[in-house]
């Protein structure tokens, strides 16, 4: 059970740090470099996205090493 987690953390962030370098040095470059209103609103919008995806897989971890810190007894 404990290789199966390792394999899907390990898995979860080498996707997460390929897909954030696609986007922070591929993508918004060439979208701020364009300089029209669509492509800056897709600059935004992805960057609103990857910052909730952030979010999201931090709260994941956290909720995953201590499930019950949310709870009250």
Do not use: C, N
Not at 8 to 18: D, E, K, N, R, S
Not at 22 to 47: I, K, N
């Amino acid at each position: 059970m404990y290789a199966t987690k390792l394999t899907l953390l390990m898995t979860a962030i080498v996707l997460y740090v390929a897909g954030s370098t696609f986007w922070f040095f591929w993508q918004v470059p060439e979208l701020l470099s364009t300089g029209t209103d669509p492509t800056l609103v897709a600059a935004f919008a992805g960057t609103v996205a990857w910052m909730l995806l952030t979010f999201g897989f931090i709260i994941h971890i956290i909720k995953t090493a201590r499930p019950t810190a949310g709870g009250r007894r």
